[in-house]
């Protein structure tokens, strides 16, 4: 969980709202800034940026031929020795 908020950070800028300029000459639409009018039809969702990260399994080297082979396994991918 704590991985993903790293991960994930958002596109948006943070938007200003006035709150009560005026509260006697039209108190309810100074709550809202020009962007974010009661009466828009476009929603305001949030963006995410997608942040990929490859994980790949540690290797060791085959102390009999030489070759390439995952950590954790018992026996060698190429040659077949016991490692």
């Known amino acids: 969980m704590f991985k993903w908020d790293r991960l994930l950070r958002k596109n948006k800028l943070p938007k200003d709202i006035d709150f ?11 709550l809202y800034s ?4 009661p009466g828009d039809t476009l929603k305001n969702e949030d963006e995410f940026e997608i942040v990929e990260m490859e994980i790949l399994p540690n290797k060791i080297i085959c102390p009999d031929c030489g070759g390439v082979t995952l950590e954790g396994l018992e026996f060698c991918d190429k ?5």
């Open 20 to 30: 009560m300029k005026d509260e006697i000459d039209d108190a309810d639409m100074d």
């Open 34 to 37: 020009e962007e974010e009018m």
């Open 79 to 83: 040659c077949g020795g016991e490692i």
